[in-house]
């Protein structure tokens, strides 16, 4: 059987959802992450790895660090 995964951040697609979109959400909506594709900490370029502690941690695509 096929996982659907989804295309911003790899994650296995709940019903068809990404589990980690609502944290993408909050993470620009506070300036941790940006929906500019220029900025260096645009949203395309992290996955989300889960939560720690009440933070949710992204991990830089490129980097493979948890730098926002």
């Given at each position: 059987?096929?996982?659907?995964?989804?295309?911003?951040?790899?994650?296995?697609?709940?019903?068809?959802?990404?589990?980690?979109?609502?944290?993408?959400?909050?993470?620009?909506?506070?300036?941790?992450?940006?929906?500019?594709?220029?900025?260096?900490n645009?949203?395309?370029n992290?996955?989300?790895m889960?939560?720690?502690?009440?933070k949710?941690?992204f991990?830089?695509?490129?980097?493979?660090?948890?730098?926002v």
């Amino acid at each position: 059987m096929r996982e659907d995964r989804c295309a911003r951040c790899g994650s296995i697609l709940e019903n068809g959802a990404c589990p980690g979109q609502k944290q993408f959400t909050v993470a620009i909506e506070e300036g941790r992450l940006s929906e500019n594709p220029d900025a260096p900490n645009y949203a395309g370029n992290y996955m989300y790895m889960g939560n720690d502690g009440g933070k949710d941690l992204f991990k830089n695509i490129d980097t493979r660090r948890y730098d926002v």
